[in-house]
Each structure stands twice: as structure tokens, then as C-alpha cells.
């Protein structure tokens, strides 16, 4: 009974400070349910459908070959395979609402009996039930054409099948979830299509012959056997030595692979977010920690009392242990509870984005798990916080000992010109140990938005920093004839707007190494690769791998590697290693020369990437192109539409972190404020005895919280400087990203302290209006 | 003909506690004058104290008016009520209410700043000159947890002079003091008061009170009756004392 009645008590009397963990751990079991919950039901969900969908353990995009049948079997005689299931498709470059595509789209039969795919209803807010069939003239899209091009319901899109304006354009119907290729993530996009639209293209093509601008392909899914032992990596090299597959491939990717694809959003976002959930886990363990510690001195004499009347220091302890317990406990049920509906909200915002409806279900093994683990933790850091309790005696209580009396003077001096900075300094510094939690809160914070904001700028305005990342080298523009277009020719166009910088060719046949297959980029300019380790393939006998082929095979600078084109293979030295995150990274670099080596040579196989002197006429330039010589040319700029949907992701996230920064300022502010307030009850009414008013306190007051933001923010922007570029990179490897390197400019590095410092003082200024309140007669209680 | 420095009309303080009132102070009428030693007596609970803050402006009234040199000060803003603390009113307490994390001198100088009492080096020199006239210049590097309770009470002094008061407020400031102590705080308050200084003090101890060229007798929240003395060291300490506690004894003190 007396401990209800303690708890009681404490709980009415440090209401305040409890009120503000309660907010504080619902917060962060909000955000970390949502996140958690969105990332494993993402990798579930994605790998579920995939399987669901009929996506082998590999799947091959393959194109132009008129034995379907024949290819299936000889793969299928492979004892290796258990079964190979195609699926028909046409290779197409599309446009939709004035914006060409950057890559082909593939226009993918419907076929409702297979039950392959889902669809969603109008409004994209949940699914429906599939159509019992497309009709022609009608298309079903991936969600993420709306981020991408701005979609709607009864926009058209048009496909250029062949020269001479023989296109398909087809009517958006609806929406349909594409696990492979929904995400705004990936350039290639699929379209679902009639049967009688799919024999039209298919008509144009054949007709078209040599002026035909789409291809016939199909999709393998190549099943494994189940006695099969071989890797996905093995499968692909048995495959490409014993079959034709390699003669046709457009590409082959593992299910992992695929999957991988599509949650570089989800997971490059929900890491960032966790990562910052978690940083908000140490903010509120700060918080407490100086919450306990003041609690412990302010109750000091009740508990010396208690201990009078019989009381023992664990069952003080139990007590503080219960009161922090309680709110906490409620906050963390109430944010896990508040997770729920949290989740469906990000997954419907980002629907448009990732191009899938992740189940909002939450795992609730994994909520009750990370409730316990974070209670358990809260609890046990209670406990050690408490400590101080065993020392309380009822004598030392009596005498009104406490650990707060000042033995050890602090320079500088408390007077002088500026004397309000001073007094501030001198008092933040004499009481530093009150204000460590708001230091090491404003570090956190300041580090963890200078880290975002670095990734922000390194991504730009325009997204070039991703681009460059996901190029194999940099450009303005870049132009790739279909036809018998010359270079000449579509220069001409291009001076009209602006000068010429530069130039150079680019080709990315698909191209095995050590028998898989990968995306060769064959540039014949070699040192414009962006090489980390070694340097670059000059010689007809070099290559240079990404650190991630690197890893997959255990191969580094100097080793030898086979590399197969499609007109022979030949032994090729690693001469080094360069960053492309093109295909998350599985692709490898060669000089001109290297590759006709082994591959075909043919005019429309490269891509002409210029550097422009006005880099701004990209824009005119490219329509004027597109309109002049129409399906003959492929343009492309230095950027992709999925890009504006991450540009707008990154800023969504800077926006809440910035959010959930300044709630977290509010209340370490509020909570450490009061408690100084509390503690400094009688200093406040000496100063106004002397003749400070209110305002001057309040500014005092104020000032110790911005000079400690700046110093924590000061550490936070340093430590942001020294790790942001190997943390991040450690974490955009996931994506195939490994040479991020931020250049944020002042206002960039300078931010984040600005915030944390404004908003420190400006809540510091907010809670010490209870300064006006100290009435002088404080000095008579004595 | 004496000059009124500070003068209380009616002046009234009710508390309120558990929504039940109880009336401290009755409609008191008092002048304190210029150059005056004005002592407050009374039993316990008689409202001394809260006469005190209601004069200094450092409690609200609840009825009546104060007026500091012919400005009505219950009627200040905060802002200016703390600048007519800094810069004309003093104060001692019984707790010496030094800020704790500040060295005496500290102490005394940033009281300085806050009346604005010279530049940096006028208020360095002059807290330096007030704390060896406090014979605390010894302690003046000290925090006020590193020092005696004189030492204390006389920086809090050379606090309180640190603005040139026009009036120093000082309650029951030898209530926590040894006797030695106390008669040093005692004569230095004397001297001051020689040298010009108006006070106001509030006390119980007949020897301190006996410091004061005028006492005023506070009995159930009105002033019953008042003494006046000359200034202390003129005449014979013996006699004044048996004055002050005959006058006393026909208070019922």
C-alpha cells in the first residue's frame, strides 16, 4: 500500500518530466515500428510475389529469337534445371505525356488465367479485382508512372514500333503492381497489354523489317532443379556455357537481384531512418539520465526521510524504477499501437514510388520483441541511474546536504562588458553537468541532420549527384542513333543551341564475366571512368570491375577474368576498380578496343555523350532532336524520371527528421529547462533582488541553451564532416553506390547547428517565462 | 524637518491558502525618512517581514499604495520596478542569498552591472573599495559555500551599497550570525547609516534594534506605537537599552 501511495505521489509531483518521456518514447516506438515494419514487410512482401508471380530463381530477358521452344528445351535438358516458364513480350521505347522514356519499356501480354498480377482500384488506395481482360487500346501501368510522368487515369502512351510514325498508343486503364520493375527506382517499365494489341506491334515489326524500332522478346524464368546444389551465380555460368541464352540475352537477373532492385528506396530510406530512430533512442536515454538525476536531488530529503521511517534504497529504487517505467511503458504501447496506422500512411504516400502496396500488417512477435528489448534497456539504465540512492542517508537529508553545492570556481568572470553572455557562460559552465544532456541532445541532433543534409546536397537539386553515381561517366547529353542518322547530322542540331565541349562514345552490351552475364560499358575513353583502386583499362587487354564484382568473385587489381561479347571471349586483366551503380553495381568497364575484341561492331551500338558549353539548353536541345529525326534517335539527358520521385523522398525525409528534430528540442528544452528553473528558484530571485528584470534572466536563460546548442552543435557538425561520407558510403553500397563523397556548401554545413541553436534558444526562451513568475519572497521561505 | 523617502497609505496583504484568507497586514500608514535607521519590531507573526517586502516593491499589496520618492512603485511595471531595485533600493537578507556559484567579489560586482553603477573598471575599483570597508576583501575569491557566515553577510552588505541606494532594506540580517558577527554587521550598518545611508531594517533582536534612531512596533498588522532615539554612539548604550526594552515592555513584548 505505501508504495501505491508513493508512486502515487511521485508520479502527480514529477508529472512534468514524465509527460515529456511518455512523448518522447512514443515517438520513437512510433517511428520505429512504422520503419521496421515497412522495411521487413517490404523484403517479405517483395520476395512473397515474386514467387507468387512466377519469377524463376533467374530470369532472362532474351529478344529476337524465333525458336522460343528450342532455347526452353535445351535449357530444360540441363540436368541442373527443374523447368523454364516464359513469358511473351515487345521491347519498347515509349512516351507519356510529352517525356520520352530513358529506357525501353516491355509491353507484356495479359493473360488472366495466369492470376500473375494485382490491381489497384482508381484511386490507388487499395486493390481491386484483376479485369477479365484488357481490352486493345488499353494499357495497365505501374503506379510509379504517376512520380514518373505524371500519369493518370485515360492519359495515352505512345510506343514507336517502327519508322514512318507506325506507333501503338494505348490508353491508361488502370494500375497494376509490377514487383519487378514497379519502383521509380528502375528506368525499365512494364506495360500490360491486349492480346490483339501485342499481335498489332507484333505485325508492324515484321512488316517494318530493318525499320522497325521495337523488338520481340520474351521472359525466361528458369527454375532450378531441386537437387540442385549449383548458386544462382553457378546456374548463370552453366547456362551461358551450355546454351544459346547468352546469343539473346537483353539481360538476367536473380530473383535476389530483382528484389534488390526494388527495395534500394525502402531500404536506403528505412536505414536512414532507422539509423535516426535510433540516435532518437540515445536522445531520450540522455534525457532520462538527467530527468533521474535531478529527480534524485530535489527528492533528496524526502528520501532520507523515507529512509527514516524504514524505507530501504531498493525499494526507493523499485519505486524510481516504476514511476520512469510507467510512462514509459504507456508511451511505448501507445507509439507501437500508433505505428499501425502510421505504416499504411507511408505506404500509400509512397505507393506512387515504389510502385508496390507493402501489407501494413505489423508482426506483433516482432512489436512485442522490440517493446521488451526497449523496455529492458529503459529499465536497466534506470537502474544503474539510480545508484545515487544508496548513498542518501537520513542524516545527510536532515542536514539539507545535497550534491548540488557549488565548491569550485569556474572562470571566467560573471562580469564585465556583455555581462548577460557572461553570467550565461559562467552559470552553464559552474552547472555543466545540468546541461550535458542538452549538449550531447544538440550533438546527435545536429549530426544526424548534417549527415542527412550532406546526402541531400551530394544528391543536388537536379539529382546529380545520383546520376553521376549511376553513369560510368559524366555527361550533359547523350544521343544514340537507330538508324542511318550520322553523328554529323545530329550535331548540327546541337550547335545551333550551344557549343560543344567535349565528346565522347558509350555502348553497354551485355557481356559475361567468368560466365555471368553483365552490362559491359564500353567507352572509348577510358580514363573517364571514375576509378577508385588502380587505374583505368587503357589496353586492349584491361578492365576495370566495380568493388561489388570485385567481392562477388574475390578478384582485385591485377587478377585475370574471362569476358565473353557476343562474337568470342578472350582473357582480360583487372586493372582496376571504378564506381557505376548501374545494375546495383554488377557491371564492368572496358576501353573500345577491348571490347571489339570479342563483341560485334555496328554504328548504332554506341551513344554519343556530349558536354555542352550552355549545359541549361539540354532541354531544347533534346526536343529538338526528338522532333527532327522522331524514332531514328535516342536522347537522353543527365537524369531519369524516378529521380524527381527520390529528389522529392530525400526532401520528405529532411522535412520530418527536421520535425521530429524540433519536437525532441521542445522537449529535452522543456524538461531540462524546468528542472534548472526548479533548482534555481532562489539564484533567480537574488538577481532580481539586485535589480535584473525578468527579460534579463530569460535572455541569460536562453543564451546558456544556444551556447551549449552551438558547442554540441559544433562536435555534431565536425563529427558530421570527419564520418558522413564513410557511414553513408557504407550504407549506399546496398544500392551499389561506393564513391559518395559530399561537398555541401556553408549554408549546407552551417543549417543544421543554425536550427538546432534557433530552436534550443527559442524553446530555452519559451520555458523561462516561468522566470516572471519567481516571486522575490522566495528569499523569505528561508 | 525630515524628508519622506518612502511612503506607505493603507496598505494592505491578505494571503490566500486553500481558498481561506488570512489578513497579514491592516492598513498600515508609514514614512520612512531620509537619513533615518528605521527599525521594525514585533512578535512573531506580527507581519514585520511582509511589511518589509510590501514597502521594497518585493511583494505585491493587496491594497493601499507605496510611494518611492513621490513615484508610486505598487504600480510599477516589472521592468521598471527591477531597475528601481538596481539602481536605489538595497538588500540584506538573513540568509546571506549570495548566488552560489559566484565568488563574493562576483557577487558584489555583477550587482554593480546591474545598476549600471560605472564601467567595467569604475565597478572593479568601487566592489573592491565597499568589500574591504565590509572587511571581506580577505574572501573576496571565495565562493560563498568557502566562507564564514560574516564574511557573507558583509559582501551581501557591500552588495546591497554596490548601486548607492537610496534606501537599504535589511531583514533580520543578523538573524543566522554568531554574536560576534553580528555586531560587526551591526556597526558597519551604523556606519553606513552615519555616512548618509537611509535603512529600513526589520529584526527582533533588541540589540540590533537598538542600532536604529527609530523604531516602530508592529502588533497584529498595524504599527501600535513608534520610538525615536538618537543616532546611535551619541548617547549612553546602557540607558538606550533600558529605553528600548521599557518601551518594549509597555508594548507587551
Same mark, same amino acid.
Given at each position: 500500500?505505501?508504495?501505491?501511495?508513493?508512486?502515487?505521489?511521485?508520479?502527480?509531483?514529477?508529472?512534468?518530466?514524465?509527460?515529456?518521456?511518455?512523448?518522447?518514447?512514443?515517438?520513437?516506438?512510433?517511428?520505429?515500428?512504422?520503419?521496421?515494419?515497412?522495411?521487413?514487410?517490404?523484403?517479405?512482401?517483395?520476395?512473397?510475389?515474386?514467387?507468387?508471380?512466377?519469377?524463376?530463381?533467374?530470369?532472362?530477358?532474351?529478344?529476337?529469337?524465333?525458336? #522460343?521452344?528450342?532455347?526452353?528445351?535445351?535449357?530444360?535438358?540441363?540436368?541442373?534445371?527443374?523447368?523454364?516458364?516464359?513469358?511473351?513480350?515487345?521491347?519498347?521505347?515509349?512516351?507519356?505525356?510529352?517525356?520520352?522514356?530513358?529506357?525501353?519499356?516491355?509491353?507484356?501480354?495479359?493473360?488472366?488465367?495466369?492470376?500473375?498480377?494485382?490491381?489497384?482500384?482508381?484511386?490507388?488506395?487499395?486493390?481491386?479485382?484483376?479485369?477479365?481482360?484488357?481490352?486493345?487500346?488499353?494499357?495497365?501501368?505501374?503506379?510509379?508512372?504517376?512520380?514518373?510522368?505524371?500519369?493518370?487515369?485515360?492519359?495515352?502512351?505512345?510506343?514507336?514500333?517502327?519508322?514512318?510514325?507506325?506507333?501503338?498508343?494505348?490508353?491508361?486503364?488502370?494500375?497494376?503492381?509490377?514487383?519487378?520493375?514497379?519502383?521509380?527506382?528502375?528506368?525499365?517499365?512494364?506495360?500490360?497489354?491486349?492480346?490483339?494489341?501485342?499481335?498489332?506491334?507484333?505485325?508492324?515489326?515484321?512488316?517494318?523489317?530493318?525499320?522497325?524500332?521495337?523488338?520481340?522478346?520474351?521472359?525466361?524464368?528458369?527454375?532450378?532443379?531441386?537437387?540442385?546444389?549449383?548458386?544462382?551465380?553457378?546456374?548463370?555460368?552453366?547456362?551461358?556455357?551450355?546454351?544459346?541464352?547468352?546469343?539473346?540475352?537483353?539481360?538476367?537477373?536473380?530473383?535476389?537481384?530483382?528484389?534488390?532492385?526494388?527495395?534500394?528506396?525502402?531500404?536506403?530510406?528505412?536505414?536512414?531512418?532507422?539509423?535516426?530512430?535510433?540516435?532518437?533512442?540515445?536522445?531520450?536515454?540522455?534525457?532520462?539520465?538527467?530527468?533521474?538525476?535531478?529527480?534524485?536531488?530535489?527528492?533528496?530529503?524526502?528520501?532520507?526521510?523515507?529512509?527514516?521511517?524504514?524505507?530501504?534504497?531498493?525499494?526507493?529504487?523499485?519505486?524510481?524504477?516504476?514511476?520512469?517505467? *510507467?510512462?514509459?511503458?504507456?508511451?511505448?504501447?501507445?507509439?507501437? #499501437?500508433?505505428?499501425?496506422?502510421?505504416?499504411?500512411?507511408?505506404?500509400?504516400?509512397?505507393?506512387?514510388?515504389?510502385?508496390?502496396?507493402?501489407?501494413?500488417?505489423?508482426?506483433?512477435?516482432?512489436?512485442?520483441?522490440?517493446?521488451?528489448?526497449?523496455?529492458?534497456?529503459?529499465?536497466?539504465?534506470?537502474?544503474?541511474?539510480?545508484?545515487?540512492?544508496?548513498?542518501?542517508?537520513?542524516?545527510?537529508?536532515?542536514?539539507?546536504?545535497?550534491?548540488?553545492?557549488?565548491?569550485?570556481?569556474?572562470?571566467?568572470?560573471?562580469?564585465?562588458?556583455?555581462?548577460?553572455?557572461?553570467?550565461?557562460?559562467?552559470?552553464?559552465?559552474?552547472?555543466?553537468?545540468?546541461?550535458?544532456?542538452?549538449?550531447?541532445?544538440?550533438?546527435?541532433?545536429?549530426?544526424?541532420?548534417?549527415?542527412?543534409?550532406?546526402?541531400?546536397?551530394?544528391?543536388?537539386?537536379?539529382?546529380?549527384?545520383?546520376?553521376?553515381?549511376?553513369?560510368?561517366?559524366?555527361?550533359?547529353?547523350?544521343?544514340?542513333?537507330?538508324?542511318?542518322?550520322?553523328?554529323?547530322?545530329?550535331?548540327?542540331?546541337? =550547335?545551333?543551341?550551344?557549343?560543344?565541349?567535349?565528346?565522347?562514345?558509350?555502348?553497354?552490351?551485355?557481356?559475361?564475366?567468368?560466365?555471368?552475364?553483365?552490362?559491359?560499358?564500353?567507352?572509348?575513353?577510358?580514363?573517364?571512368?571514375?576509378?577508385?583502386?588502380?587505374?583505368?583499362?587503357?589496353?586492349?587487354?584491361?578492365?576495370?570491375?566495380?568493388?561489388?564484382?570485385?567481392?562477388?568473385?574475390?578478384?582485385?587489381?591485377?587478377?585475370?577474368?574471362?569476358?565473353?561479347?557476343?562474337?568470342?571471349?578472350?582473357?582480360?586483366?583487372?586493372?582496376?576498380?571504378?564506381?557505376?551503380?548501374?545494375?546495383?553495381?554488377?557491371?564492368?568497364?572496358?576501353?573500345?578496343?577491348?571490347?571489339?575484341?570479342?563483341?560485334?561492331?555496328?554504328?548504332?551500338?554506341?551513344?554519343?555523350?556530349?558536354?555542352?558549353?550552355?549545359?541549361?539548353?539540354?532541354?531544347?536541345?533534346?526536343?529538338?532532336?526528338?522532333?527532327?529525326?522522331?524514332?531514328?534517335?535516342?536522347?537522353?539527358?543527365?537524369?531519369?524520371?524516378?529521380?524527381?520521385?527520390?529528389?522529392?523522398?530525400?526532401?520528405?525525409?529532411?522535412?520530418?527528421?527536421?520535425?521530429?528534430? *524540433?519536437?525532441?528540442?521542445?522537449?529535452?528544452?522543456?524538461?531540462?529547462?524546468?528542472?534548472?528553473?526548479?533548482?534555481?528558484?532562489?539564484?533567480?530571485?537574488?538577481?532580481?533582488?539586485?535589480?535584473?528584470?525578468?527579460?534579463?534572466?530569460?535572455?541569460?536563460?536562453?543564451?546558456?541553451?544556444?551556447?551549449?546548442?552551438?558547442?554540441?552543435?559544433?562536435?555534431?557538425?565536425? =563529427?558530421?564532416?570527419?564520418?558522413?561520407?564513410?557511414?553513408?558510403?557504407?550504407?549506399?553500397?546496398?544500392?551499389?553506390?561506393?564513391?559518395?563523397?559530399?561537398?555541401?556548401?556553408?549554408?549546407?554545413?552551417?543549417?543544421?547547428?543554425?536550427?538546432?541553436?534557433?530552436?534550443?534558444?527559442?524553446?530555452?526562451?519559451?520555458?523561462?517565462?516561468?522566470?516572471?513568475?519567481?516571486?522575490?519572497?522566495?528569499?523569505?521561505?528561508? | 524637518?525630515?524628508?519622506?523617502?518612502?511612503?506607505?497609505?493603507?496598505?494592505?496583504?491578505?494571503?490566500?491558502?486553500?481558498?481561506?484568507?488570512?489578513?497579514?497586514?491592516?492598513?498600515?500608514?508609514?514614512? *520612512?525618512?531620509?537619513?533615518?535607521?528605521?527599525?521594525?519590531?514585533?512578535?512573531?507573526?506580527?507581519?514585520?517581514?511582509?511589511?518589509?517586502?510590501?514597502?521594497?516593491?518585493?511583494?505585491?499589496?493587496?491594497?493601499?499604495?507605496?510611494?518611492?520618492?513621490?513615484?508610486?512603485?505598487?504600480?510599477?511595471?516589472?521592468?521598471?520596478?527591477?531597475?528601481?531595485?538596481?539602481?536605489?533600493?538595497?538588500?540584506?537578507?538573513?540568509?546571506?542569498? =549570495?548566488?552560489?556559484?559566484?565568488?563574493?567579489?562576483?557577487?558584489?560586482?555583477?550587482?554593480?552591472?546591474?545598476?549600471?553603477?560605472?564601467?567595467?573598471?569604475?565597478?572593479?575599483?568601487?566592489?573592491?573599495?565597499?568589500?574591504?570597508?565590509?572587511?571581506?576583501?580577505?574572501?573576496?575569491?571565495?565562493?560563498?559555500?568557502?566562507?564564514?557566515?560574516?564574511?557573507?553577510?558583509?559582501?551581501?552588505?557591500?552588495?546591497?551599497?554596490?548601486?548607492?541606494?537610496?534606501?537599504?532594506?535589511?531583514?533580520?540580517?543578523?538573524?543566522?550570525?554568531?554574536?560576534?558577527?553580528?555586531?560587526?554587521?551591526?556597526?558597519?550598518?551604523?556606519?553606513?547609516?552615519?555616512?548618509?545611508?537611509?535603512?529600513?531594517?526589520?529584526?527582533?533582536?533588541?540589540?540590533?534594534?537598538?542600532?536604529?534612531?527609530?523604531?516602530?512596533?508592529?502588533?497584529?498588522?498595524?504599527?501600535?506605537?513608534?520610538?525615536?532615539?538618537?543616532?546611535?554612539?551619541?548617547?549612553?548604550?546602557?540607558?538606550?537599552?533600558?529605553?528600548?526594552?521599557?518601551?518594549?515592555?509597555?508594548?507587551?513584548?
Amino acid at each position: 500500500m505505501e508504495n501505491k501511495i508513493l508512486l502515487k505521489a511521485n508520479l502527480k509531483r514529477h508529472k512534468g518530466a514524465l509527460f515529456g518521456i511518455f512523448i518522447l518514447t512514443l515517438l520513437v516506438a512510433a517511428a520505429l515500428g512504422t520503419v521496421l515494419t515497412v522495411w521487413t514487410n517490404s523484403e517479405n512482401y517483395i520476395g512473397s510475389e515474386l514467387d507468387r508471380s512466377g519469377y524463376g530463381e533467374l530470369t532472362a530477358w532474351v529478344e529476337n529469337l524465333s525458336d #522460343w521452344a528450342g532455347l526452353k528445351n535445351s535449357i530444360e535438358a540441363l540436368d541442373e534445371i527443374g523447368r523454364v516458364e516464359t513469358q511473351s513480350l515487345i521491347y519498347s521505347n515509349y512516351t507519356a505525356n510529352e517525356m520520352e522514356s530513358d529506357s525501353e519499356g516491355q509491353l507484356i501480354t495479359y493473360i488472366p488465367t495466369e492470376n500473375r498480377y494485382r490491381f489497384f482500384g482508381d484511386d490507388l488506395s487499395g486493390y481491386t479485382q484483376p479485369p477479365e481482360s484488357i481490352l486493345p487500346g488499353e494499357v495497365y501501368v505501374s503506379p510509379s508512372m504517376v512520380s514518373m510522368f505524371g500519369i493518370k487515369l485515360g492519359d495515352e502512351i505512345t510506343f514507336p514500333i517502327a519508322r514512318a510514325g507506325k506507333n501503338l498508343t494505348l490508353t491508361v486503364k488502370g494500375f497494376y503492381e509490377d514487383v519487378y520493375m514497379g519502383s521509380s527506382m528502375i528506368g525499365m517499365k512494364g506495360f500490360l497489354i491486349s492480346e490483339a494489341d501485342r499481335a498489332t506491334a507484333l505485325d508492324l515489326i515484321h512488316n517494318a523489317g530493318i525499320d522497325a524500332l521495337s523488338r520481340d522478346g520474351a521472359m525466361l524464368h528458369i527454375f532450378p532443379a531441386k537437387e540442385s546444389g549449383l548458386t544462382v551465380s553457378e546456374l548463370n555460368s552453366l547456362l551461358n556455357e551450355q546454351t544459346a541464352l547468352a546469343e539473346y540475352t537483353e539481360s538476367v537477373h536473380s530473383k535476389d537481384a530483382i528484389a534488390g532492385f526494388m527495395l534500394i528506396l525502402q531500404n536506403a530510406f528505412s536505414g536512414i531512418l532507422l539509423a535516426f530512430v535510433l540516435v532518437l533512442l540515445f536522445v531520450v536515454l540522455i534525457v532520462l539520465s538527467h530527468s533521474i538525476s535531478s529527480t534524485i536531488a530535489s527528492d533528496f530529503v524526502n528520501m532520507g526521510i523515507l529512509k527514516t521511517v524504514g524505507l530501504d534504497s531498493g525499494r526507493l529504487r523499485l519505486l524510481q524504477l516504476l514511476q520512469y517505467g *510507467i510512462p514509459a511503458s504507456v508511451g511505448l504501447i501507445i507509439g507501437f #499501437w500508433l505505428s499501425v496506422p502510421l505504416e499504411s500512411m507511408v505506404i500509400n504516400a509512397t505507393l506512387t514510388t515504389t510502385g508496390v502496396l507493402i501489407p501494413a500488417t505489423p508482426s506483433l512477435l516482432f512489436m512485442a520483441t522490440a517493446f521488451i528489448s526497449i523496455l529492458l534497456l529503459l529499465a536497466l539504465f534506470i537502474f544503474i541511474r539510480t545508484r545515487k540512492i544508496g548513498k542518501i542517508t537520513p542524516m545527510k537529508a536532515i542536514r539539507g546536504e545535497t550534491d548540488g553545492t557549488v565548491t569550485k570556481i569556474t572562470k571566467p568572470a560573471a562580469f564585465g562588458s556583455n555581462i548577460h553572455f557572461r553570467l550565461a557562460f559562467r552559470q552553464l559552465l559552474s552547472g555543466k553537468s545540468r546541461y550535458i544532456g542538452a549538449f550531447v541532445v544538440a550533438l546527435l541532433l545536429v549530426f544526424f541532420a548534417s549527415l542527412v543534409g550532406r546526402m541531400d546536397s551530394w544528391l543536388g537539386p537536379d539529382g546529380k549527384g545520383m546520376m553521376d553515381a549511376f553513369n560510368p561517366a559524366d555527361h550533359d547529353i547523350g544521343v544514340q542513333s537507330f538508324g542511318e542518322l550520322t553523328q554529323e547530322e545530329f550535331e548540327k542540331t546541337i =550547335l545551333q543551341y550551344t557549343d560543344i565541349t567535349d565528346t565522347y562514345v558509350l555502348a553497354m552490351p551485355t557481356a559475361s564475366l567468368n560466365g555471368i552475364s553483365y552490362t559491359a560499358n564500353v567507352i572509348d575513353q577510358p580514363e573517364r571512368f571514375h576509378i577508385l583502386e588502380g587505374r583505368t583499362c587503357t589496353a586492349d587487354n584491361e578492365i576495370v570491375i566495380t568493388e561489388f564484382i570485385a567481392a562477388n568473385f574475390g578478384i582485385t587489381v591485377g587478377d585475370t577474368v574471362t569476358v565473353r561479347g557476343d562474337s568470342g571471349s578472350g582473357e582480360y586483366i583487372v586493372s582496376g576498380i571504378y564506381s557505376c551503380a548501374n545494375d546495383m553495381g554488377d557491371n564492368f568497364g572496358m576501353n573500345r578496343e577491348g571490347y571489339l575484341k570479342i563483341g560485334r561492331d555496328h554504328p548504332n551500338l554506341w551513344c554519343w555523350h556530349y558536354f555542352l558549353a550552355d549545359s541549361s539548353q539540354k532541354g531544347a536541345i533534346t526536343e529538338a532532336l526528338e522532333s527532327a529525326y522522331g524514332g531514328d534517335i535516342h536522347v537522353h539527358e543527365n537524369t531519369w524520371p524516378g529521380l524527381f520521385g527520390i529528389i522529392s523522398a530525400m526532401q520528405a525525409l529532411l522535412v520530418l527528421m527536421y520535425a521530429l528534430v *524540433i519536437v525532441f528540442i521542445l522537449i529535452v528544452t522543456v524538461m531540462t529547462g524546468s528542472k534548472i528553473l526548479l533548482a534555481e528558484q532562489k539564484d533567480l530571485g537574488i538577481y532580481k533582488a539586485i535589480g535584473f528584470s525578468s527579460s534579463n534572466l530569460r535572455l541569460t536563460f536562453a543564451l546558456r541553451f544556444a551556447i551549449v546548442a552551438v558547442l554540441g552543435g559544433l562536435v555534431g557538425t565536425l =563529427l558530421a564532416a570527419v564520418i558522413t561520407d564513410r557511414i553513408v558510403s557504407s550504407v549506399m553500397k546496398l544500392a551499389g553506390i561506393s564513391n559518395f563523397v559530399s561537398h555541401p556548401n556553408f549554408i549546407g554545413v552551417v543549417l543544421p547547428m543554425a536550427v538546432v541553436t534557433l530552436f534550443f534558444a527559442a524553446f530555452a526562451g519559451f520555458v523561462s517565462g516561468k522566470i516572471r513568475k519567481v516571486p522575490l519572497t522566495v528569499l523569505v521561505a528561508d | 524637518m525630515k524628508n519622506t523617502i518612502l511612503c506607505g497609505k493603507d496598505i494592505h496583504k491578505t494571503f490566500t491558502q486553500s481558498g481561506e484568507e488570512t489578513q497579514i497586514l491592516l492598513g498600515i500608514d508609514v514614512d *520612512i525618512y531620509e537619513g533615518d535607521f528605521t527599525v521594525v519590531m514585533g512578535s512573531s507573526g506580527a507581519g514585520k517581514s511582509t511589511l518589509l517586502y510590501a514597502l521594497s516593491g518585493m511583494d505585491t499589496i493587496t491594497g493601499g499604495s507605496v510611494t518611492f520618492k513621490g513615484q508610486e512603485i505598487s504600480k510599477l511595471s516589472e521592468k521598471k520596478m527591477a531597475q528601481l531595485r538596481a539602481n536605489e533600493f538595497g538588500f540584506v537578507f538573513q540568509q546571506t542569498h =549570495l548566488v552560489s556559484n559566484l565568488t563574493l567579489f562576483e557577487n558584489v560586482a555583477v550587482a554593480g552591472f546591474a545598476a549600471k553603477a560605472g564601467n567595467a573598471k569604475e565597478i572593479r575599483e568601487k566592489t573592491d573599495m565597499l568589500l574591504l570597508k565590509m572587511h571581506a576583501e580577505n574572501a573576496k575569491d571565495r565562493l560563498p559555500s568557502q566562507v564564514s557566515g560574516g564574511e557573507a553577510q558583509r559582501a551581501a552588505i557591500a552588495r546591497a551599497m554596490i548601486g548607492n541606494p537610496g534606501l537599504l532594506f535589511a531583514d533580520e540580517p543578523t538573524g543566522a550570525l554568531n554574536k560576534a558577527n553580528s555586531e560587526e554587521v551591526m556597526n558597519l550598518l551604523t556606519e553606513l547609516n552615519h555616512d548618509g545611508q537611509s535603512i529600513l531594517m526589520v529584526t527582533h533582536d533588541v540589540r540590533a534594534a537598538m542600532h536604529g534612531n527609530r523604531i516602530l512596533y508592529l502588533e497584529d498588522g498595524k504599527i501600535l506605537d513608534e520610538l525615536n532615539l538618537p543616532p546611535y554612539g551619541n548617547d549612553d548604550l546602557k540607558a538606550r537599552e533600558n529605553n528600548v526594552l521599557s518601551w518594549l515592555s509597555s508594548l507587551g513584548w
